[in-house]
């Protein structure tokens, strides 16, 4: 969902990607809350961060607490950012319960990808101009 806010909101000033210590599938619930705020994630892909130590992203952005913890140490000096949020996908109680996780979490992502936008992208080394 993150990738998805912030190639919406960002558009072309950053390039988003998406990558994990164990990537999987699109939660086919983040894009169905994701298409009600007019955002289509259901092409994106979570790639193994393994092509990304050889040539490392500008900035790291861990969206969950977990992803923090146990991301690899990047070479040179590839900043992280830690925005803890509850992986929905861990959401349990009835469907109603565990859709309405997926909008609290969908919401939350995309009010912190404004703040940081608005903030003027910290931690993104700016002279080497958002390539990731």
Do not use: K
């Not at 861990?62 to 861990?90: H, I, K, N, Q």
């Amino acid at each position: 969902m993150a990738e998805g806010w912030l190639r919406h909101v960002a558009g072309a000033r950053v390039e988003a990607l998406s990558a994990g210590t164990h990537p999987t599938r699109v939660n086919p619930l983040a894009v169905r809350v994701m298409a009600e705020v007019g955002i289509d994630i259901s092409r994106q892909t979570s790639d193994p961060l393994e092509p990304y130590l050889v040539d490392p992203p500008d900035l790291v952005i861990a969206v969950c607490s977990a992803a923090a913890a146990s991301c690899p140490t990047l070479p040179g000096r590839t900043p992280l950012l830690s925005w803890p949020f509850e992986d929905p996908a861990g959401a349990r109680g009835s469907d109603s319960d565990v859709l309405e996780t997926f909008r609290v979490t969908r919401d939350a992502i995309g009010a912190r990808v404004r703040e940081w936008l608005a903030q003027g992208c910290p931690g993104l080394p700016q002279a080497v101009g958002a390539r990731r």
